[in-house]
């Protein structure tokens, strides 16, 4: 009997080109970086030339942006997400940082070994890049909204390269699974059966389900997961991405797809977390009550990435409302005496 889950690509290293000199410290996580990043760049550019962020009737500066404002409104985003993607990584879902911040930009681990800035966080990226981009807008008298409405259209094909990398690095995957799509990833994915409160008896169930065989007296297990990874990288990238490239010539105000694209990739992302596994460190922040991080038993056991995205889904929601409340208003007649 075939095994009902699909094995890991024994091929894929963490180097882009492993054993080879100097080049062994590229790695697949910083190059999908890279195409993110161009990627981001082409489709605002397309967009610059659609004509979404020339200036409206209520802008400050009234000349029309040139290629250089583009690259240079990108260029400061890009340095938002990633210091506000690292340090939010750090101070929020790990511990030692808060002692120790001058670690939090060096790219090697206590030996020497180069590791880069392993750890960066959406959520932080989020606010990191949001923060940059107002300031850009206020220095340049550029309409905030508008601007934003182009930038969150075009960061959802770019984050999927930024998942595929998380999935070439063989990390942040799911919970166990005995579905067709499980995965058998690597030994960083193993489960101990017998360290306390395991669900040994649940464990070696999923094992008989899929066709792995646990011997006797074996401490660890690797049992297929979830691909997480590219759940993420489908429907809070391609999808969302689809959904705003639809709606940019048919948005009622400007900050209408900023708040489609924040509820729409919370929406996506609360649910997609109930396959993911949280940090084992972390564990869930609401429920859980000793609940193993790899087994989904309830839909209250609410991780750290589930309230952030909660928040993200009725801030987008709220701008919504107000935004369109505001807009049938402008819109109104004035009255007459």
């Known amino acids: 009997m075939l095994p009902l889950y699909f094995k890991y690509p024994d091929w894929i290293h963490q ?18 970086y890279v ?40 260029a400061t985003g890009i340095i938002g997400l990633l210091l506000g993607a690292r340090i939010f990584s750090t101070l929020i879902y790990s511990t030692g940082y808060w002692t120790k911040p001058w670690l939090i930009f060096w790219p090697f681990d206590s030996h020497g070994n180069f590791t880069g800035l392993a750890g960066m966080s959406y959520h932080g990226g989020f606010i990191g890049g949001l923060l940059a981009l107002i300031i850009w807008c206020r220095r340049k008298k550029r309409p905030l909204l508008r601007w934003i409405d182009a930038m969150v259209t075009a960061i959802p094909l770019g984050y999927t390269f930024g998942r595929l990398g998380n999935f070439l690095n063989g990390e942040l995957f799911g919970r166990i699974t005995d579905s067709p799509v499980g995965m058998l990833f690597r030994e ?21 389900n899929v ?17 997480s990874q590219l759940y993420e990288a489908f429907f809070e990238g391609i999808v969302l991405f689809l959904i705003l490239w ?23 992302r609360f649910f997609i977390e109930y396959f993911r596994q949280p940090d084992a460190d972390i564990g869930y922040r609401i429920g859980g009550n000793g609940a193993v991080v790899y087994e989904n038993t309830s839909l209250l056991n609410i991780s750290t990435g589930q309230i952030l995205c909660f928040l993200m889904i009725l801030g987008g929601l709220v701008f919504i409302l107000l935004g369109w409340k505001l807009s049938k208003n402008k819109d109104k007649p004035a009255d007459r005496k």
């Open 35 to 74: 195409f993110a990043f161009v990627t981001a760049y082409i489709i605002l550019r397309k967009l610059f030339r659609e004509g979404m962020l020339n200036p409206g009737p209520d802008s400050l500066n009234k000349k029309n942006p040139t290629e250089d404002d583009l690259f240079s409104f990108i």
């Open 188 to 208: 960083n994915s193993a489960v101990s059966l017998t360290k306390p409160g395991a669900p040994v008896e649940w464990l070696h169930q999923v094992a008989d």
């Open 246 to 268: 639809f709606l940019r010539k048919k948005r009622p105000f400007d900050g209408f797809l900023a708040a489609v694209y924040t509820a729409g990739y919370g929406l996506f």
């Open 15 to 32: 180097e882009v080109f492993p054993g080879v000199p100097f080049l062994s410290y590229i790695r697949w996580y910083g190059l999908m």
């Open 211 to 227: 066709g792995i065989k646990i011997a006797e007296g074996q401490e660890y297990v690797i049992l297929p997961r979830h691909p």
